[in-house]
């Protein structure tokens, strides 16, 4: 008979997804002391370069990214992007993570000498010389950029009959920085001189003819 044969063909095909892909910036590590402004502008970049790339119709936690906290006396924030394709599509999972941190702050620490007391009559040159070494012992040490009131030291009056001098140090770290306050007191002080006293015998008055051995 008549020979007759016949095909058809067809294929269904669903692309391959792209890889989902999380991706966070590197670590980030910002000086102690840095400004709280200069601290926003890193927060700010470094929460921007988290990404979710690929995937199909992912979702993310950038919803719960942390805020930024007061670092400005240190401190560190992390966060883990976690994005999976949308429900329904093709299954995949990814995850990134990053650290934020500002280091921490040396304490800020006014020190003032011990109080200084000279003896009375100490002569001028003396107590000049004290009262520098005592000035110069007035120091602040850590902190960030901090500022004091070293301009209002008290200036050295004539003290050689006696006085005190009294001053407080006041430091403050510079504004926009860690918040850190400290004070130190001293004193410098040269004992009051005894009052002079000049006496004088009461007068004598001696009788007429009175011998010469008497008299001597």
């Not at 008979?1 to 991706?23: H, I, P, R, Y």
């Not at 119709?57 to 999976?84: K, R, V």
């Not at 140090?169 to 004992?191: P, Q």
């Amino acid at each position: 008979g008549c020979v007759d044969s016949e095909q058809a063909s067809s294929t269904f095909t669903v692309g391959t997804a792209d890889d989902l892909v999380a991706s966070a910036p590197d670590a980030v590590v910002l000086d102690a002391c840095t400004p709280a402004a200069d601290i926003q502008t890193a927060y700010d970049a470094w929460k921007a370069a988290f990404s979710v790339n690929g995937g199909c119709s992912p979702t993310d936690n950038m919803a719960s990214f942390p805020p930024l906290t007061d670092l400005t006396c240190g401190g560190s924030l992390n966060f883990t992007l976690i994005a999976n394709n949308i429900d329904g599509g093709c299954v995949d999972s990814e995850q990134a993570s990053s650290t934020f941190t500002v280091g921490t702050a040396d304490n800020l620490v006014a020190s003032a000498p011990t109080a200084v007391i000279l003896d009375a009559c100490t002569p001028a040159t003396d107590i000049q010389t004290a009262y520098d070494a005592w000035k110069a012992a007035f120091s602040v040490n850590g902190g960030c950029s901090p500022i004091d009131n070293m301009v209002g030291f008290p200036a050295l009056t004539d003290l050689t009959c006696g006085g005190s001098l009294s001053f407080t140090l006041i430091a403050d770290n510079i504004a926009g920085a860690c918040v850190d306050h400290s004070e130190a007191s001293s004193s410098f002080t040269v004992t009051p001189a005894a009052d002079l006293v000049a006496s004088a015998p009461e007068a004598v008055v001696l009788d007429a003819c009175t011998s010469e051995a008497d008299i001597q």
